[in-house]
């Protein structure tokens, strides 16, 4: 049914998440922003460990 196709969605979309951490992890690179190259900040990683984008660049991100 659908609400089953929408939930097995967002749990690949969060394994593609973590998985995507776990490399950022292994080529040392987690936890820079991969737009601006800055650090994603302490705070923004504890809430969210998946996080790619500093809270500007995700706030920009949002705004397009």
Do not use: N
Request: hydrophobic fraction near 30%; glycine fraction near 4%; include cysteine.
């Amino acid at each position: 049914d659908w609400s089953s196709d929408v939930c097995s969605s967002d749990l690949r979309d969060m394994l593609d998440q973590t998985e995507h951490a776990l490399r950022r992890i292994d080529e040392r690179t987690y936890g820079i922003c991969e737009s601006c190259g800055k650090a994603v900040g302490k705070h923004r990683l504890q809430a969210f460990p998946r996080a790619t984008l500093c809270l500007a660049c995700k706030q920009a991100e949002e705004r397009f």
